[in-house]
């Protein structure tokens, strides 16, 4: 399977590894529950009234905002490119068909949003799986879609700070660059947004081994 930058996976074989992963994806949650609880209580999401999600995978970090974060009128839009998980998500967030929106996108940009139309654009365990130049592109449109004062709310693997989670992460990493689709394409890496946001909340929690930094920022505007 030819990758792209770096081993980094394309859209396009992104969404291939993800239909097939479907409901499986779940079962990262051991790990991955610990840091977004982190991303949850710095992302004052009770605050929200419109937020964007890239990357909505099966709709289980969807759910948990609609059911005990969001307020009643706040709203909620998810954008994947595996159609088995827009599948997946959509069905999980039937009950809240009025508020939350699903959509399957390409991989292209720009993202469908107006510009300004959220105060939070969340990414959970998606910006470890882009190569550079397309997480460039995704930053620049997170900062288009959001209002003033709204919030970068993003988590993923990076490499470990204590012997055992380092350990963990150079065996993720080796796996990665030899076969990137066995662990879903992604990688530890470091979150880096640049300087035109201004970090609010900066975080590594480590769970069963391996290591998640969570970021919450806001964009730097300069009109």
């Not at 529950?33 to 009234?49: T, Y």
């Not at 419109?50 to 307020?71: K, N, P, Q, S, Y």
């Not at 068909?97 to 654009?121: C, I, K, M, N, W």
């Amino acid at each position: 399977m030819a990758t792209g930058e770096g081993g980094a996976l394309t859209p396009q074989q992104a969404r291939g590894v993800y239909n097939r992963l479907g409901r499986m994806q779940d079962w990262q949650r051991f790990y991955e529950a610990p840091p977004v609880k982190d991303l949850i209580e710095h992302g004052e999401f009770d605050s929200a009234r419109r937020v964007f999600e890239l990357g909505c995978g099966t709709g289980a970090f969807a759910r948990e905002l609609l059911d005990d974060h969001l307020a009643p009128a706040a709203t909620y839009r998810g954008v994947d490119v595996s159609d088995t998980m827009v599948r997946l998500a959509s069905g999980r967030l039937a009950p809240w068909v009025e508020r939350a929106d699903v959509r399957q996108v390409d991989g292209s940009l720009p993202l469908p949003g107006e510009d300004g139309g959220f105060d939070r654009f969340v990414a959970a365990y998606v910006f470890d799986l882009l190569d550079a130049e397309y997480t460039a592109g995704i930053l620049s449109e997170a900062s288009r879609l959001l209002a003033t004062g709204g919030r970068l709310c993003i988590v993923g693997l990076t490499p470990g700070t204590t012997p055992i989670s380092k350990a963990v992460s150079r065996g993720w990493q080796w796996l990665w660059a030899r076969a990137p689709w066995v662990v879903g394409g992604c990688r530890p890496t470091s979150l880096e947004p640049g300087q035109t946001w201004r970090i609010l909340h900066r975080r590594v929690v480590t769970a069963w081994g391996v290591p998640s930094e969570v970021v919450v920022a806001t964009p730097v505007r300069r009109d």
